[in-house]
């Protein structure tokens, strides 16, 4: 990795180096932070009045659903087996949910929001589901129409619209908590499991328990809970987040796109695909049902439904992957700018190198250096989703530019906040300054000469960064290489 290698376009001269011949800061450690002091944290946003209100309306709206659907399913399936269907449907969530977790490691999404997106998956999508539902089948049979066309023909549509709802809320007013598909997945993922879990309620609870203690007893009940907890979880418990991971993709595009038809057919894109596979799963056991093949509910499973499973598992692990090596596409020109060293934007690279920066930075700074490491990888990886929705173009209008600048300064104080634990800290290194082209290191002799950045950095170099010059901006624009021409890397893209 060589920042100071030729590149093109003219980038080495518009970036921001360090004037030649100018005398360099003496090579000394910062100073420590004080024992046992609270590490830096990331700037927090201000609770006003009106953000207050809405979170606490959201929050009553919830509550509100959630006692909804307690009343409602303790009255049709009875206390006893109420609290069978929750202990047997909560089993999985664990599982589920820390899967979709571990596809967000990079940049991992606020607590709050996750929250927000499974309690509405849970409570308040079941709720209108369940309502709909039922009325669509009262009017079924008054028609004179089979009841099982409502899993068919309002079912998919009614639960996978309300499923996306909330995540598509969050993408009309906090746009900038979904910086791509992953993050879309993630909160779609966790509506979809909230969803499956309250549904599971229903039928592990109710044609499980309740249905075979009525018929036969107790034993009865325990064996179909024990057979429906195989069939639907073990087997099928992929099928909500699956269904719901379509509008998720589409989410997660229109949050990176600069164009508005892009924003808004994507999702719709992806809800129109989501409430057709939902469509499908449930018409194979209707079909299998009337037909009595159940070679339709076998074809239908192997030939479409697990290589869709596949194939989005796929996806997802490929894109899990994206967010480190966007890192290694935008954070070079913070590198020639002089507030990121080489090492460090390769450290951010991989899950394994990150890892090892955290190891490294425990071992020189202890668990106060563990904690900043992790905060600088946020800080960094949100610093290079910022600088690439920039570039792209997603913030059309002032407000929204200056917003990105000042969230670009803040993250990069943070940065800065973050290093001071653990740079300099190591006393199997010399003490080096980085310039934003070559390290100078002093040796315990007393001697000082140029080093030039290795081509393969796995880990931080502990240096001290000189001071980036003043920004310069021209008329009428932000920060350098915001909004104008993306300048390239200062190394040629995917050499590590």
Not at 464 to 470: A, E, F, K, Q, Y
């Amino acid at each position: 990795m060589r920042p100071d290698r030729p590149a093109r376009d003219g980038y080495a001269d518009r970036m921001a180096d360090t004037p030649p011949g100018a005398p360099l800061p003496s090579p000394t450690a910062p100073a420590v932070p004080p024992p046992g002091g609270a590490g830096p944290r990331m700037p927090l946003r201000r609770l006003g009045w009106r953000r207050a209100l809405v979170l606490a309306g959201t929050v009553l709206f919830i509550a509100g659903c959630a006692l909804f659907m307690v009343f409602t399913l303790g009255e049709n399936l009875g206390v006893e087996a109420l609290l069978i269907g929750v202990v047997a449907a909560i089993l999985p969530v664990p599982v589920l949910v820390g899967c979709f977790l571990w596809l967000d490691r990079y940049e991992p999404e606020p607590l709050k929001y996750l929250i927000f997106c499974f309690a509405w998956g849970a409570f308040v999508s079941t709720a209108a589901s369940l309502t709909v539902n039922e009325f669509s089948a009262g009017l079924f049979e008054d028609w004179g129409l089979p009841t099982a066309l409502t899993a068919v023909l309002v079912a998919p549509f009614i639960e996978e619209l309300t499923k996306a709802l909330g995540p598509i809320l969050l993408l009309i007013f906090r746009r900038r908590e979904i910086s791509g598909i992953t993050d879309a997945l993630v909160y779609c993922g966790l509506s979809a499991v909230g969803f499956a879990m309250v549904e599971n309620i229903l039928y592990l609870g109710g044609y499980g328990y309740a249905s075979g203690v009525e018929r036969y007893g107790p034993a009865t009940g325990t064996q179909q809970v024990i057979a429906i907890f195989i069939v639907r979880i073990l087997l099928f418990g992929f099928a909500h987040p699956l269904f719901t991971s379509m509008t998720g993709v589409g989410l997660g595009i229109a949050a990176r796109a600069a164009d508005r038809w892009v924003r808004v057919l994507a999702p719709l894109a992806g809800l129109l695909l989501a409430m057709m596979l939902h469509g499908l799963w449930n018409l194979l056991p209707t079909l299998t049902q009337a037909t009595g093949q159940t070679l339709i509910m076998l074809y239908g499973f192997i030939g479409v439904m697990v290589p869709v499973f596949f194939g989005m598992v796929g996806l997802a692990v490929w894109l899990r992957a994206w967010e480190g090596r966007l890192t290694e596409r935008t954070l070079p020109d913070y590198v020639r700018a002089g507030w990121l060293t080489p090492p460090e934007v390769a450290a951010l690279s991989s899950l394994g190198r990150r890892h090892a920066a955290r190891v490294w930075a425990k071992r020189v700074a202890g668990d106060g250096g563990l904690k900043a490491m992790r905060g600088y990888q946020f800080a960094a990886t949100r610093l290079a989703l910022l600088r690439d929705g920039a570039l792209r173009g997603l913030d059309r209008r002032p407000a929204d530019r200056e917003r990105t600048a000042r969230e670009e300064r803040d993250l990069l104080e943070a940065i800065g906040a973050y290093r001071s634990f653990f740079v300099g800290r190591d006393p199997q290194v010399p003490v080096g300054i980085w310039d934003g082209q070559r390290y100078h290191l002093r040796f315990p002799d007393g001697t000082q000469r140029s080093v030039e950045a290795p081509d393969e950095p796995v880990v931080p170099i502990p240096v001290v960064l000189v001071p980036p010059p003043p920004p310069v901006y021209p008329a009428g624009f932000g920060p350098p290489g915001w909004y104008g021409q993306q300048p390239p890397a200062p190394w040629p893209p995917g050499h590590h």
